[in-house]
């Protein structure tokens, strides 16, 4: 079975600055997903890579696949960026994606 | 487009009682999920499916069910709730299979049981 692990668990940080989340897994997998989870619940899917790096305005998502790990960052970090991020892990050969427990990210005005 | 909704958003239930929780997608996504979410812990897959007819078992399907008669709809089915169902459940689709489509969820049930 596939572990992961997801660093820092909690993250605050001052408007502006630059974050970096980190997940790290033990067995190769097919594809890594970044997701949001906004303080109402809801989950937004932010990225799926496979290889590389992926951009989507502030967010940055990138994965090294022969160390097994990948990082979410946030450029000019803002209060609407406070979110649970959470990293999950999807296996060769099947549709059972592996979570993380989440970095909960909070940004000070 | 509403994307994936879920119904009801909270319910509270005795133990012993049933319910359906519902899952409609106007995506015309072909794979579609049912996870939950426990406090302090990763989601957790309970049933999935891959079309419409064809439904498999995830991590922890033990005291749900699932039916998938339509490509729209994937309802959940509890049928004697128990206290270690309390829980968060999100609903979630996929257009395809692998590919570079991501996922698309539901704003979550929240279910407890007393």
């Known amino acids: 079975k596939n572990e992961v692990e997801q660093s820092p668990q909690n993250l605050t940080a001052q408007e502006g600055e630059f974050i970096t989340i980190n997940c790290s897994y033990s067995?190769?997998?097919?594809?890594l997903h970044w997701l949001q989870q906004h303080p109402g619940g809801g989950i937004v899917s932010l990225f799926m890579?496979?290889?590389g790096k992926k951009k989507h305005g502030r967010l940055i998502a990138t994965i090294n696949i022969q160390e097994k790990h990948s990082s979410l960052h946030i450029t000019a970090s803002h209060p609407r960026d406070s979110a649970v991020y959470i990293c999950?892990?999807?296996?060769?050969?099947?549709?059972?994606?592996?979570f993380g427990t989440g970095t909960r990210l909070t940004i000070i005005p | 487009n509403a994307g994936v909704t879920q119904t009801p958003k909270f319910r509270i239930l005795k133990i012993g009682q049933s319910m359906t929780l519902q899952c409609t997608q106007d995506?015309?996504?072909?794979?579609m999920y049912w996870y939950r979410q426990d406090p302090g812990m990763g989601l957790k897959l309970i049933y999935y499916?891959?079309?419409?007819?064809?439904?498999d078992k995830g991590e922890v399907p033990n005291g749900y069910n699932v039916s998938r008669s339509t490509t729209e709809d994937f309802p959940l089915r509890l049928e004697l709730a128990a206290p270690s169902q309390t829980s968060v459940y999100f609903c979630?689709?996929?257009?395809?299979?692998?590919?570079?489509?991501?996922?698309?969820f539901g704003s979550g049930t929240r279910l407890t049981v007393v």
């Open positions: 979630a689709s996929k257009k395809t299979e692998g590919g570079s489509y991501g996922y698309t």
């Open positions: 067995v190769g997998i097919s594809a």
């Open positions: 890579l496979s290889s």
């Open positions: 999950a892990l999807r296996d060769f050969g099947n549709e059972k994606l592996t």
């Open positions: 995506m015309n996504h072909n794979y």
């Open positions: 499916s891959v079309g419409a007819g064809i439904t």
